[in-house]
Each structure stands twice: as structure tokens, then as C-alpha cells.
């Protein structure tokens, strides 16, 4: 447009030493005044004009396309021929960063909004942020930023979270009930046999206990009432997950998602079937563990969410050796362990430690990684192919 502009330009003024007639003056004028006035409507525009995120944090599942809104005001009286928005967007695992431009023409005292569909073919956190906004004039003669830095206008960042779907298993869950382990909660949905607390009073029926009978409660009631002893919950099953991968090997954006894959397929059978577990991990971002106890299907869906911000680290095994050393740790009927990466010192720690009285190490690698069979005195090791993480798992009694 500029080169036409100057054509333009050079052809008035040589119709203008041509003809003397007033309108090839006025022709002349009003093409050289046409940049100064497209500049000052351009400078006013650059202040009135916001671009931010409409709506706030998203999930959506792997391969799944989530819209993303954006929102355009244009508080000036006339239109915007040319807005063009740049937007970052990155997995914070990989932190491997894309741009996505979009141009669009602004209505006069409008507020339209714009919206576009991403999605993501590894699990995690995608971040999106409004890095650069410019509009220009209907001739493109000038460009100009829109005034104040896109990070200090609000809702210019916004964030969308990818979680796996809900993964089939039909695994065998073991009973650890009766191994002594200490506890002070009680299931609110399945009576048991501690008589130390009562889940429910009833009429009696046939086949109810004599000696659950409630005498106090039945003279008073002048019907025999019955007492139900309720369920210990012990957190008989511990789950550590080692978020221990190195970035340099090939396809580590897809072992961390088979990782992610076994946590939250055994984290939702588990919860699926009204057993409470312990899961704990190690988060890079304050440094230290964190524990969660999954007691329904809630806790599951949020504890995958919170895993997959805690970010990758590589070295050291952190979340099992915080635990060992810390003063909350307790003994479980089964301790299973997920890593991409097998270390028998770690089936040795959580043996010397007594963690457990049965521990499972749950190996993600790939299908063409090596696949013998690895004798471990302490642990069963489950071989776990990231391209069919459940077929994987099928026969590990949890």
C-alpha cells in the first residue's frame, strides 16, 4: 500500500503543475495531508483500543480441541481496518514455544470476540499469553503498538490443562484390612466389624448378630434395634510417583504421558471402587513433597491436575527420599512405585525403611527399550509399554 500511496502522490503533483484548476490542488493537499491524519486517528485508536483472555482456566482431554476466546474492544468512534495479535503458547513441560497471529478488522464502540481452537497431543499445562498487539491504517502506512505493555493488561495471560481420559482397568484389588494397619477414619458407605464406632442403627431382621443388639436404644423404642459396626479406612495403599526423566531422550514428552497415564488409570480404578489411597510426588516448584489422600473419584480428577504442574526433574529420586525421612510416614499393605528409569537401590531404601509390607515398581519405557526381566529381591517389577500403558497393567493385583 505504501508504494501505491507514493504513486498516488507523485501523480497529483504532476496533475497538479499540469492543470491549474483548483481541484487538482485540492487533490494534491488532500493526499499529502492523508498520512497525518490516518497518524493522529491511529495514535488516539492505540489508546482505546484493549485485547485480553475472555474466561478463565480450562481442562480438555489429549487430542481434544478447546476454544479459546479472545476479547477485542474498540472504544473509538470510528473502525480499526487492522488489528494483529500475536499469541505465545507452550506446554510447561517441554516449554517448547509456537506463535499464533490473528488479524482483524475493529467496528466502531464494539466489543467483539474472537475465537480460535487449540489443542495438545501430550498431557500437561498449556500456557497462553498475549505477547504483541498492533493495529494499522486502512492504507498500512503506519503501524503502532497498543499503548502499555500486553502483560500488564488484565486477563492477558490465560491457561488450559490436558488430562487423560478415563483409562478402562479391571484389576484385582488385595484386601489389607486385616494386617494391623492404624487408622482413625471409618468408610461414610460400607459397614464393617470395629466395634469402636457405629455406622447405623436398624430394626432387626433375620440374620443380624445377638450380640449387636442395642438394648438401651431398644427398651426405649419398645422394638429390637440393631447396631452396624462401621469400616476402618486405612491408607493400605501408597502410591509414589518419580517424575525423575531426563529431557534429552528421545520421546520424553511421551514417557512423562504414560507416566501420567498409569498414576491416573490405577488413581481412578482405586477411587472408582471406594478405596482410599495415599499418592505422593515431588513438586519442583515449591521443592518439597506433596501427599494427597484420594477417597473418591473428585479427589482423583484433582490430584492429576495438581500432577501435572509439579513439573520434571532429573538425578536424585526426591519424593521417596523426602518421605522416608519424614515423620509422617506410615506403613502400608503395598507401596507401588511409577519411574521411567529403574534403580534398585530405591526397592532397597523402601525395604530398609519399612514402608510396606508388599511394594510394586511400575516401569514406564518404551516398546523397543530393554524388556528382560529384571529380578529384584524387594519389589515386583511391572514392565509398563508408554504406547499401551493399561494392557500393561492388566495382571498387577493392586
Same mark, same amino acid.
Given at each position: ?43 488516539? &485508536? ?20 478447546? %476454544?479459546?476466546? #479472545? ?8 473502525? #480499526?481496518? @487492522? ?18 497471529? #490473528? ?33 494499522? !491504517? ?26 487423560? @481420559?478415563?483409562? %478402562?482397568?479391571?484389576?484385582?484389588? &488385595? ?18 466389624? !470395629? %466395634?469402636?464406632?457405629?455406622?447405623? #442403627? ?12 442395642? *438394648? ?27 517424575? @525423575? ?35 505422593? *510426588? ?16 473428585? !479427589? ?78 524387594? &519389589?515386583?517389577?511391572?514392565?509398563? !509399554?508408554? @504406547?499401551?500403558? %493399561? ?8
Amino acid at each position: 500500500m505504501l508504494v501505491i500511496y507514493i504513486i498516488l502522490l507523485i501523480a497529483s503533483l504532476l496533475f497538479y503543475i499540469l492543470y491549474i484548476e483548483s481541484f487538482s490542488f485540492y487533490l494534491f493537499a488532500f493526499l499529502v495531508a492523508l498520512p497525518i491524519i490516518l497518524f493522529i486517528m491511529l495514535r488516539r &485508536a492505540s489508546k482505546r483500543v484493549k485485547v485480553s483472555f475472555a474466561g478463565g482456566q480450562r481442562v480438555c482431554v489429549r487430542g481434544g480441541h478447546i %476454544p479459546v476466546v #479472545i476479547r477485542c474492544e474498540n472504544r473509538c468512534r470510528y473502525p #480499526i481496518s @487492522n488489528l494483529l495479535i500475536e499469541i505465545e503458547h507452550y506446554n510447561t513441560v517441554d516449554s517448547i514455544k509456537d506463535t499464533v497471529k #490473528i488479524c482483524t478488522p475493529l467496528y466502531p464502540k464494539e466489543v467483539q470476540f474472537l475465537t480460535m481452537h487449540l489443542s495438545s497431543l501430550h498431557y500437561g499445562t498449556i500456557k497462553l499469553s498475549i505477547t504483541r498487539c498492533r493495529i494499522s !491504517d486502512m492504507l498500512k502506512l503506519f503501524k503502532m503498538k497498543l499503548k502499555g505493555p500486553a502483560k500488564n493488561v488484565p486477563y492477558s495471560e490465560t491457561s488450559f490443562t490436558v488430562i487423560p @481420559n478415563i483409562i %478402562p482397568i479391571e484389576n484385582s484389588i &488385595a484386601n489389607y484390612s486385616e494386617m494391623g494397619l492404624e487408622t482413625d477414619e471409618y468408610s461414610k458407605d460400607h459397614k464393617g466389624d !470395629d %466395634p469402636s464406632e457405629i455406622f447405623d #442403627i436398624h430394626e432387626y431382621q433375620e440374620g443380624d448378630k445377638i450380640n449387636r443388639i442395642h *438394648w438401651k436404644l431398644s427398651a426405649k423404642q419398645d422394638t429390637t434395634m440393631v447396631k452396624d459396626y462401621s469400616l476402618p479406612i486405612a491408607n493400605s495403599i501408597i502410591m509414589v510417583v518419580d517424575m @525423575n526423566i531426563d529431557r534429552k531422550q528421545n520421546d520424553f514428552m511421551g514417557i512423562y504421558d504414560a507416566v501420567v497415564e498409569t498414576v491416573s488409570a490405577v488413581t481412578q480404578y482405586l477411587s472408582e471402587n471406594k478405596t482410599v489411597h495415599k499418592v505422593i *510426588w515431588y513438586d519442583t516448584i515449591t521443592g518439597e513433597n506433596i501427599s494427597m489422600t484420594i477417597k473418591d473419584e473428585e !479427589d482423583s480428577r484433582l490430584l492429576i491436575s495438581m500432577l501435572l504442574r509439579s513439573g520434571l526433574y532429573s538425578g536424585e529420586h526426591p519424593a521417596l527420599l523426602n518421605y522416608v525421612n519424614s515423620q509422617d510416614r506410615f506403613k502400608c499393605g503395598h507401596l507401588m512405585y511409577f519411574s521411567a528409569n529403574y534403580d534398585e537401590s530405591v526397592t532397597s531404601l523402601m525395604n530398609d525403611a519399612d514402608l510396606a509390607f508388599r511394594y510394586s515398581y511400575l516401569l514406564i519405557h518404551g516398546s523397543d527399550d530393554d524388556n528382560r526381566t529384571i529380578a529384584d529381591e524387594f &519389589a515386583e517389577v511391572v514392565h509398563v !509399554d508408554l @504406547n499401551n500403558a %493399561p494392557e500393561s497393567i492388566r495382571d498387577l493385583c493392586l
